[in-house]
């Protein structure tokens, strides 16, 4: 009997210092993923202040890259330009090159005694000078006119040449420009992506925290009273929206029909009610946030709508509690996400 009762002691002193121990370990894990939930938000802020410098720092380099482009742009429209009027120069320089080798030519033809021939039928030496003149005058005029051209074409490949030199010299240029630019854009999509993958975990310790918190749904202080009634929180008693709206508020969310100055108002609601406060909304589910079914969908009222609480997320579909999807009572079931309208994340 002694033995009987020793033992009872034993076990009883056993099982009152486990049941500490229990609360304050998940305290503790509690604890240690809200430190660590504010770490990540630290870091989170500390990258997104580094996104801002260097956003701020590639903008100059960027207009950099764009002023180098422009001149350019404005280089290559000049070297066109000129191309195109030594085209045009090029036709006339062969035109009147053309012209003087066929004067020769036709001079070298018929010899000088057909020079000679042409001047000696003057009737006078008044004619033959004149004769004389016009024959100088036209080799002259045609010599002339090509030489003109042929220094406008120098002149225009003399300025191709400049204006290509400016434009490697400009190009070399943008190059190490765009170099730098390219990067600190580098730097920028690691600071998103790191930003990115911090907002996930964050996600994460918010779900796991959420998990950890939960309080048994049994628990809901309504559950025999009248459905007349109006909770604390500004919802009928027993309905879906006065279960989530207890939900939030054992989870630390400060929730209520009119908070921030909305109205929430039926669950048809929500999800526009939300968004005008900045409230995320998103079809991506999380412990702790609310599915939101617009009317007549997923089974849900075709007037009012539905919602409900997320207590687990098993990739294309979730557990969640309720009130009155069976008429003014709890219940639990696990759905496709596809089936839910809406998550809205008041955490």
């Known amino acids: 009997m002694k033995r009987l009762l020793l033992v009872g002691i034993v076990t009883s002193s056993l099982l009152a210092g486990m049941i500490p121990y229990q609360t304050v370990n998940a305290e503790g894990s509690v604890g240690e993923k809200k430190q660590e939930l504010k770490d990540v938000q630290k870091e989170q802020k500390d990258t997104k202040e580094t996104l801002k410098e260097l956003k701020s720092k590639i903008e100059p380099h960027k207009k950099k890259v764009e002023k180098m482009e422009k001149k350019i742009s404005q280089i290559n429209k000049k070297i066109q330009k000129s191309e195109k009027e030594n085209k045009k120069n090029e036709k006339k320089l062969k035109k009147y090159d053309q012209l003087f080798k066929d004067r020769v030519r036709l001079i070298y033809a018929k010899g000088e005694m057909g020079s000679m021939q042409a001047l000696l039928e003057s009737e006078d030496f008044g004619e033959f000078l004149e004769r004389f003149e016009t024959l100088r005058l036209i080799l002259m005029r045609d010599k002339t006119l090509f030489n003109k051209y042929d220094k406008v074409r120098k002149e225009h490949e003399k300025l ?12 070399k240029e943008a190059e190490k420009t765009r170099k730098v630019y390219d990067e600190i854009n580098k730097e920028i999509a690691k600071a998103q992506e790191k930003l990115a993958s911090l907002h996930s975990k964050e996600s994460s310790i918010q779900e796991e925290i959420n998990r950890l918190t939960l309080v048994d749904a049994s628990l809901y202080p309504y559950k025999y009273a009248s459905t007349s009634g109006v909770d604390p929180w500004g919802f009928y008693i027993r309905q879906c929206t006065s279960f989530v709206a207890w939900r939030l508020n054992q989870q630390g969310v400060r929730f209520t029909n009119t908070m921030r100055g909305g109205r929430f108002g039926n669950a048809g609601n929500w999800d526009d009610n939300a968004r005008a406060l900045g409230i995320r909304v998103d079809k991506r589910p999380a412990v702790g946030a609310v599915a939101q079914f ?22 294309s579909t979730i557990t969640i509690e309720e009130y009155n999807h069976r008429p003014y009572a709890f219940s639990r079931r696990v759905i496709p996400v596809s089936s839910v309208s809406n998550f809205i994340h008041m955490n």
Do not use: I, W
Request: hydrophobic content about 30%.
């Open 294 to 315: 617009n009317p007549g969908v997923g089974g849900a009222s075709s007037v009012y709508g539905h919602v409900a609480f997320v207590t687990a997320v098993h990739g």
């Open 160 to 171: 191709k040449k400049e204006l290509s030199d400016l434009r490697k010299k400009q190009e």
